[in-house]
């Protein structure tokens, strides 16, 4: 028996042998698929999971980039921001976090340190200048957001940010501020919601201005804990560029003043004073009355929120004289002291005109014409221009081309084709009725015959300025010559004697010779019916006539009281004489020219 249970022992051992390599072999295997799978799921991971693991547990955080400014010419502020931040707490995550890690360099070594709530709580209050109670109570509760503290500065949320206390994040804001409240208001326009340009330049260049928000993200683990040792990236914002524009704000300030006095004197509905630089093009000065303060725009009401000197398009009335004086001359029709015999009343094809002023029958002067303002002698010098050419002469001195300075709502005003003028319109045009256009393009127009025929597009942005403090210059529009060089010597020395000896003494300022010229037009009322709701009364003008530098012009829109006393000559001498102070222009030298006004 003994014999056999050996036999059946040694029997036995080989099938134990081979269930154990079985068994072993099987280990393997599965050691192996489960080793190849985490290789797969860790190593290469082939579905993204872990990059889909990671990505939940980061949170983003925006960093607002800051708006750049608006500044005048001489860098003074007109509109800027400042970067604010809120400590937002998330409650749920607070109030169960009995104590936290923070990395914390230490003798120049990371080290991970065990920070409880109460000290975060006490170092959070230090920071924020804040009873440690109240802040206790803030950060507790079951509310997912709840803002702890509003309008931090920079430096203030950069020490919050270091303390990683858990449930705790900043939130970045912007606030704009308009420093210099109403001067250049319209202009500059205002913000919607405080982020987006909704008006003036604020609209128009908001791309420009607002920069390019940064990012900061960090890692939460699932407890809602923020990861000391975890992902924290950070991508700097990139700050809008700063608009540096040709404005004075002191003389824009000054022009404000002055329009608002005059148009509250006379109760006009508003008024306009554009300040233009003849050399360059550049607005010095562009005021109107009412303008809003930035900071608070529903102050006043919706219409005056604008800027009327590139909105507003009126019909200009005998301003326009300047350009027939100029077309004809051009043109070789007339010349300045060719004499016209000049009736009461002139008929034409119908069509019959007069003047503002009773008189009799008088032999005028092209240069006594534009002088007294005679719609009859314009008309009588403006027919040897064909039709098709007014149009043209209209055209060229950028009568129905906007401006084009960066404002929204620019008019191009009105200039119907001359095949669609009817029988009084194609005469009308040459003393500014029938046709419509803003203030700047009247400007516009007397630039060019003050700057040798050359005609140069307003400036209203001078640059802009990078963050790095790199200035990009706007470059000047193309300058076009609109008439040669002797005939805007011509028309200029037309002006400076309606100063010196026609109706516009009112204009003279003592030591500098000036060129001018005023107009008044009727004004359709508002509600489109037919007929006439007051007048507009401009007055345009430059100087010095040795070397003209500047041009200014007033605008008053339906002063109440007779328009024969109503004269804009005061404020126009008042803005012209601050403007050759500011820019320390010398008083004249040479003699001011005297044209005859009626022939010899």
Not at 531 to 545: D, L
Not at 580 to 599: C, D, H
């Amino acid at each position: 028996m003994a014999r056999n249970s050996g036999k059946a022992s040694k029997a036995k051992a080989p099938n134990a042998t081979r269930r154990l390599r079985v068994g072993l072999g099987l280990m393997l295997t599965l050691l192996l698929v489960v080793g190849g799978k985490l290789f797969l799921v860790q190593g290469l991971d082939i579905g993204g999971m872990a990059e889909a693991a990671l990505n939940n547990r980061l949170t983003p955080i925006v960093l607002p980039a800051e708006r750049g400014s608006i500044l005048d010419s001489s860098g003074t502020v007109l509109a800027s921001s400042v970067i604010r931040y809120n400590v937002v707490v998330d409650q749920t995550v607070n109030t169960k976090t009995e104590s936290f890690r923070r990395l914390e360099t230490i003798n120049g070594k990371d080290e991970l340190v065990k920070v409880t709530r109460d000290q975060g709580i006490s170092e959070l209050a230090a920071v924020l200048g804040m009873d440690r109670g109240d802040l206790r109570d803030a950060l507790t509760g079951t509310q997912r957001y709840y803002i702890v503290a509003k309008d931090l500065k920079p430096d203030v949320e950069d020490r919050v940010s270091k303390l990683q206390i858990p449930g705790i994040v900043t939130e970045g804001t912007s606030k704009r501020v308009y420093p210099n409240g109403s001067v250049a208001g319209g202009i500059v326009g205002f913000l919607h919601d405080g982020t987006t340009g909704q008006a003036g330049l604020e609209q128009t260049q908001d791309e420009i201005l607002k920069g390019t928000p940064g990012k900061r993200v960090f890692e939460i683990g699932a407890d809602g804990l923020r990861i000391p040792v975890g992902v924290d990236q950070l991508t700097p914002a990139v700050n809008g560029k700063d608009i540096k524009l040709t404005l004075n704000s002191d003389l824009q300030y000054f022009s404000q003043q002055a329009i608002q006095s005059q148009k509250d004197k006379l109760g006009a509905e508003w008024g306009v004073i554009v300040v233009s630089d003849i050399k360059t093009g550049n607005i010095i000065a562009m005021a109107d009355t009412d303008a809003p303060d930035p900071n608070d725009p529903g102050k006043v009401a919706a219409e005056d929120r604008g800027v009327r000197a590139v909105t507003a398009a009126y019909e200009p009335g005998s301003v326009e004289k300047m350009i027939t004086a100029a077309a004809v001359i051009q043109e070789g029709k007339s010349s300045p002291l060719d004499t016209f015999t000049i009736p009461p009343t002139y008929t034409l094809d119908g069509q019959t005109f007069s003047d503002a002023f009773e008189h009799g029958t008088e032999q005028r002067t092209l240069a006594g014409i534009v002088g007294y303002s005679m719609n009859t002698g314009t008309v009588m010098v403006g027919q040897r221009l064909s039709k098709q050419q007014r149009y043209d002469w209209l055209k060229k001195f950028g009568i129905g081309e906007a401006p084009d300075i960066g404002l929204p709502a620019e008019s191009k005003g009105i200039l119907t084709p001359a095949d669609q003028w009817d029988g009084r319109q194609q005469y009308t045009v040459l003393f500014g009725q029938g046709v419509a256009q803003s203030t700047l393009q009247t400007v516009r127009a007397y630039q060019s015959i003050a700057n040798d025929g050359v005609m140069l597009q307003p400036r209203l942005i001078d640059s802009y300025i990078s963050p790095d403090g790199t200035e990009e210059k706007v470059p000047a529009k193309d300058p076009r010559q609109v008439v040669s060089k002797e005939t805007a010597k011509q028309v200029r020395d037309i002006l400076e004697s309606a100063v010196t000896e026609g109706e516009i003494k009112e204009a003279a300022i003592d030591g500098y010779r000036v060129g001018a010229k005023t107009g008044t037009s009727e004004s359709p009322c508002d509600d489109g019916k037919s007929g006439f709701c007051g007048y507009t009364a401009s007055m345009v003008g430059m100087a010095p006539m040795d070397d003209p530098r500047f041009i200014v012009e007033v605008v008053l829109q339906r002063p109440k009281g007779s328009i024969y006393g109503i004269t804009n000559g005061p404020v126009f001498r008042s803005v012209m004489s601050q403007t050759l102070r500011t820019f320390n222009v010398e008083p004249s030298t040479g003699q001011p020219v005297r044209l005859p006004q009626y022939a010899k």
